[in-house]
């Protein structure tokens, strides 16, 4: 962990499964504690930001990219990123991977379906369960688990300041 | 010009106009003579690190708004911004100022098409006319002429250096 090596922080997993938690809490960590330059990117919060992005295949798989793309840009500036992204899909995360090259850490945040619906930080279970949307990753859109993340933080089993100092044992034996 | 108020300078023009060269001028000025952090974004080069990114009217909407994403985020840690971007109508522009907010710098770079098909540093006028290409801006395609832009540089009419003298003044005074 080294003021001069800034990493993305790709926090990956379903709705609801705590990946925006732990991208705040561990963007305040690598501030407060090893002062850090941090920045969180946050999947909702771009799409707010940008405006007119759906939820297709592609939609998505830009969505991520160009984020990463983001992540690259801050990472290249000296700034440590934390990314919150579903990013559902192995290709994209894989095509996020490829464009930030050696800095880029996949956090799997791992979570049973159950939690994370029992949770619904954001309501969107239960619009689901209402009809109100589709396409929602994990219930009736595909969720690609990852094959060979950097990190897995189980989110049910462990509190979230167990599963920052995870991902500072990683960073410091990186 | 002050280190801890960085802005984006955004390039908009017709191809061939200058755009690229001036950003990365500018931001090689801004880096040596007055010891500024500095980013160039360039249409084209985003373009090929997100892949994918085609020349509908959206296509072009989310590649300018996303790049604007990014150089918001740049300036929001310090970093001072150049950004080469056709972005032919205005909407797309607004979105981008209004976006970036009030560190948003419109730079228009005139140059007569004539000019600029002489020029044609990536050949996309020639594409054209050898019916490799549609949806050239400028040619079948529009671009709608800023109304008021902060700075503009006649690119036929100044050296490279008079226009960033320009901005300097721009900045100087800002």
């Given at each position: 962990m080294n003021a001069t090596d800034p990493v993305t922080l790709w926090f990956t997993g379903?709705?609801?499964?705590g990946k925006t938690t732990l991208a705040c809490l561990m963007a305040e960590r690598l501030r407060q504690q090893h002062g850090l330059k941090t920045e969180v990117l946050d999947g909702d919060g771009v799409r707010r930001m940008i405006?007119?992005?759906?939820?297709s295949r592609e939609d998505r798989r830009r969505h991520v990219v160009s984020s990463a793309f983001t992540a690259f840009m801050l990472n290249k500036n000296g700034i440590f990123v934390t990314a919150a992204f579903v990013s559902p899909y192995r290709s994209m995360r894989k095509e996020a991977r490829d464009l930030i090259g050696r800095r880029f850490v996949e956090v799997f945040v791992e979570c049973p379906i159950s939690v994370c619906r029992k949770r619904d930080p954001k309501g969107l279970y239960k619009k689901f369960k209402d009809g109100l949307?589709?396409?929602?990753t994990g219930v009736d859109d595909p969720y690609e688990v990852p094959i060979d993340p950097e990190i897995v933080l189980k989110t049910d089993d462990y509190t979230p300041d167990e599963c920052l100092l995870k991902i500072e044992e990683y960073l410091k034996t990186r």
């Open positions: 379903l709705p609801g499964s405006g007119g992005v759906g939820y949307i589709t396409g929602l």
